[in-house]
């Protein structure tokens, strides 16, 4: 008979609880300890940006379990305020300190599963000491924030970082009436997005009073008079500190274990470390990327909690291995989502991968003609010349999720922009169209595939360009690009004879439709015509 072993896990949030829950309902005479230097286990993390702005008014909403339901529940020993403090390998033990009491003392192990998460980022720079500077990366982040807030009256917040905590954190400081400045040391919001599909996101935020700063790295912070000082310019009562984190490998690279080359402790697909006996999981892991085939970080709940019963299942003698991940996430501030899932055309430059195509598009998120009807801003990227889905981004105040969760399961399936064609989804005013928003990216791409739309593109049209622009005056009037020619789309095949038949013709219209009925015209009449990829809309998206 198998003897059941001794584990123990090094971190209770997310992949290491979900690791002991899954073992111990695999294998119920397991010996399953959980060491956690914190005060509390298995609580939502992602929300602790609604807890600070009372969004979740109460602390205890956050606690999804606590070492008292481990226990009952399933005879696992949740130890917290204990820190794991060395990995002996060669004799199977770890160090472990008791914060509370400052004792210290070994445990063995069979096998030992590392789960402990990731750190804020908080670079060498003066000032993040001070009182008033603030992470977002636990319950006692946000109990000290609150009280601060609380305390000092608060009026004025910076927030460092323009990525998925800092905004969140910078929304929930706003619905706390407090006026907030977001510094961000790169060009645009939401770096891990492309820069365009950012143009929407920081015009809402803008709206909702947020002032945004682009370009503007933190320097350091300073106390004077009572306030704290950021970058020498801009004086408030508190700093937030959301400039990303960095994978906790403390233990593993002290204990010798093979890490990344970004610096992440390197899995195999069953999570083993270059230690049989070792297993890790969560944000301190490198991922491997299923779009561009690269090794990655990825601070993620969903893709942690995978891993953690991916692990359980390997310790308990099953065959199963993670599949890696896509990426897929969203970021939801003043009811405007961004999401994303697969590739960005950052993530396939990086990985060396040109042999791609992009659409962009600008549907309605359900029928016009049904009151309520939201604009979504989509990005479709897809390989040439099969067609293979490689990512979506999406923006907009309605059914983001929906479209980016549909094409994300397209991806992990191998599906094609002729799938996407094809696909069959819900349809009644109030939900979609008959042809939905993702139908329509497939048409396009597809489209463009079979060489019925040549494309081109705002930020690479060749010098000297010709524009020929097929909206109505009226718009052609409210803006439009320099040296355009204006052919309105019904005088079109009446004025054909005012163009060059010598040179392309790059032509747009509000969003890519009344642009692809005057390309597939003038194709026949013998011109070189493509489409500017989602019209002049994405021309004022672009950076």
């Known amino acids: 008979m198998k003897t059941s072993p001794k584990v123990i896990i090094v971190g209770g949030v997310a992949g290491g609880a979900s690791c002991a829950a899954r073992l111990r309902r695999l294998d119920e005479h397991a010996s399953i300890t959980v060491y956690d230097r914190g005060p509390f286990v298995s609580f939502a993390n992602c929300g602790l940006p609604y807890h600070v702005g009372g969004v979740i008014p109460e602390e205890a909403s956050l606690l999804l379990a606590s070492p008292q339901l481990f226990h009952s529940r399933f005879r696992i020993g949740v130890k917290v305020h204990h820190e794991v403090t060395a990995i002996r390998r060669e004799c199977k033990t770890v160090t472990v300190k008791n914060l509370l009491t400052g004792e210290q003392f070994e445990d063995a192990y069979d096998v030992l599963v590392l789960s402990p998460g990731a750190a804020p980022i908080r670079p060498e720079l003066p000032g993040l000491d001070l009182p008033g500077v603030f992470s977002v990366r636990s ?208 993530s396939l430059r990086r990985a060396g991968i040109t042999d791609y195509e992009r659409v962009y598009l600008h549907p309605k998120h359900h029928v016009a003609y049904y009151p309520g009807a939201q604009t979504l801003h989509l990005k479709l990227l897809f390989a040439k010349p099969d067609g293979r889905i490689l990512g979506l981004q999406a923006v907009g105040m309605a059914d983001v999720a929906r479209k980016v969760d549909v094409v994300s399961a397209l991806i992990q399936k191998g599906g094609t922009v002729f799938d996407l064609e094809e696909v069959d989804l819900c349809y009644a005013p109030q939900f979609g169209g008959a042809k939905d928003a993702l139908n329509y990216a497939g048409f396009i791409a597809a489209n463009h595939l079979r060489g019925d739309l040549p494309l081109s593109h705002w930020n690479a049209l060749p010098e000297g360009a010709f524009l020929l622009d097929v909206r109505d005056e009226d718009e052609f009037a409210a803006g439009h690009p320099d040296g355009a020619v204006l052919i309105p789309l019904p005088q079109l095949r009446d004025r054909l004879s005012e163009l060059p038949k010598d040179r392309p013709l790059h032509v747009y219209c509000g969003v890519g439709q009344r642009a692809y009925y005057a390309v597939r015209l003038l194709q026949q009449h013998g011109f070189d015509a493509r489409d500017i990829s989602g019209g002049w809309i994405t021309a004022g998206m672009m950076p």
Do not use: Y
């Open 139 to 346: 319950i006692p982040d946000t109990r000290e924030i609150r009280g601060w807030i609380t305390q000092k009256s608060a009026k004025r917040a910076v927030v460092a970082g323009g990525g998925f905590i800092g905004l969140e954190m910078a929304e929930n400081l706003r619905h706390l009436g407090l006026e907030v400045v977001v510094v961000e040391a790169g060009p645009q919001l939401m770096p891990a997005i492309d820069a365009e599909m950012t143009a929407p996101l920081k015009k809402h935020l803008q709206k909702h009073g947020i002032d945004i700063r682009l370009n503007t790295p933190l320097a350091g912070i300073a106390a004077k008079n009572g306030q704290l000082v950021v970058n020498d310019a801009i004086e408030t009562d508190l700093v937030i500190l959301g400039l990303g984190v960095r994978p906790e490998t403390t233990l593993a690279k002290a204990a010798g274990l093979t890490l990344g080359q970004r610096g992440g402790i390197s899995v195999d697909a069953q999570m083993r470390t270059s230690d049989p006996a070792i297993f890790a999981i969560g944000d301190a892991v490198e991922v491997h990327d299923l779009i561009t085939d690269t090794d990655i970080l990825l601070a993620l709940a969903g893709p942690a909690n995978r891993q953690g019963r991916i692990a359980a299942d390997v310790i308990a003698g099953r065959d199963s291995a993670f599949r890696g991940v896509q990426g897929t996430a969203i970021c939801g501030l003043f009811d405007l989502a961004v999401a994303q899932t697969g590739a960005t055309e950052k």
